[in-house]
């Protein structure tokens, strides 16, 4: 099946810093997405790009699908972000397969 | 509008026994996904249905199964569980394909 890793596996920041969080997959994807799991399990939807760029405030996204990655850009970072952010992407089969998370803790 | 909803939200088991898992989509989705997730890990794909019919299934045990409704809740069974079996079950609803909106979860604690 396709792989999808997820780098880096943590991430400490002070708030107010910027990141990149970056997912790579091992083959063609018709869909991807991203999300943020907060303490108590909930996953949060991000985004939904499985090509191109996407803008959500302090949160952008970025996929180059013909290179097979995508990059989560976290800008003025805050305490709320922390949690586990996870790629998901679907490959031909109704199977979307999970990286392992990048885990974020955004100190004050 | 009501987002998933899964129920209940925990749930303590002993091995050897059966669980039933409860999940009701968004309004107008037709399609429910299962997923678990132990600590730590991301989440692992179980089952997919659309329109009451399977139309995936991930690398479980038959000790796992799933259903749909005709109003497109879904539930799904554990049969005869294990420790490992504890875990954070997750519901998942989509229009058809593409993106895919989750529950709160479930979780199970098998003792």
């Known amino acids: 099946g396709i792989q999808v890793e997820q780098s880096p596996p943590d991430l400490i920041l002070q708030e107010g810093a910027n990141s990149t969080l970056r997912c790579n997959f091992s083959?063609?994807?018709?869909?991807l997405q991203w999300f943020h799991q907060n303490p108590w399990g909930q996953l949060i939807n991000l985004f939904y790009?499985?090509?191109g760029t996407k803008q959500n405030g302090r949160l952008s996204a970025t996929t180059v699908a013909t290179e097979r990655y995508s990059l989560l850009y976290i800008s003025s970072s805050q305490t709320t972000d922390s949690g586990v952010y996870f790629c998901a992407v679907e490959h031909g089969s109704y199977i979307p397969t999970f990286g392992r998370g990048t885990s974020l803790i955004v100190h004050p | 509008d009501a987002g998933v909803t899964q129920s209940p939200t925990h749930l303590i088991k002993t091995r050897g026994q059966q669980v039933t898992l409860r999940c009701s989509p968004i309004?107008?989705?037709?399609?429910v996904s299962w997923y678990q997730q132990v600590l730590g890990q991301g989440p692992q794909f179980i089952f997919q249905y659309y329109e009451k019919e399977e139309r995936g299934r991930g690398n479980f045990p038959d000790r796992f199964s799933a259903r749909q409704f005709p109003n497109y809740s879904s539930e799904l069974n554990v049969n005869a569980l294990l420790l490992g079996d504890s875990a954070l079950y997750l519901c998942?609803?989509?229009?058809?394909?593409?993106?895919?909106?989750f529950g709160p979860g479930t979780r199970l604690t098998v003792l």
């Open positions: 309004s107008g989705h037709k399609s």
């Open positions: 083959d063609s994807v018709n869909n």
């Open positions: 790009i499985p090509s």
């Open positions: 998942a609803s989509s229009l058809e394909r593409g993106e895919q909106f």
